[in-house]
């Protein structure tokens, strides 16, 4: 299970959008996170697998979503999300900022999220 409600709420809305999104979101209640890699301009996050998550897997080896945009005051910045498939499952998450201070090396608690891709 996903502990951090930012990082849920990035996937789920990622998730959201396309039809491998859609098939890949019932992968949600089987990650958790295994580690965070900060940097400067981001944050990758690595996920673990629990058993079940295999039925959910989509047709695609290397799938790769994008397309959401994190807005935060606190700290200031603009950041894009991506999510990358192995194998049909949920790989990693990368967030990387536009602009702005550096990314913290911590959950964002204050933040909006917006879609830049029609639904």
Not at 40 to 45: A, H, L, M, P
Not at 91 to 113: A, H, N, V
């Amino acid at each position: 299970m996903i502990k951090s409600k930012f990082i849920y709420d990035v996937l789920d809305l990622l998730l959201d959008g396309n039809t491998n999104g859609i098939k890949a979101k019932s992968q949600i209640k089987y990650l958790c996170e295994s580690n965070y890699e900060y940097t400067e301009s981001g944050v990758f996050v690595s996920f673990t697998h629990w058993p079940g998550i295999e039925k959910y897997r989509v047709q695609s080896d290397r799938l790769i979503l994008d397309g959401v945009v994190v807005k935060s005051t606190n700290p200031n910045l603009e950041a894009e999300a991506i999510v990358f498939f192995k194998k049909g499952l949920v790989d990693f998450l990368e967030i990387w900022k536009y602009y702005g201070e550096s990314y913290p090396r911590g959950e964002l608690t204050s933040y909006e999220l917006y879609c830049l891709f029609e639904k």
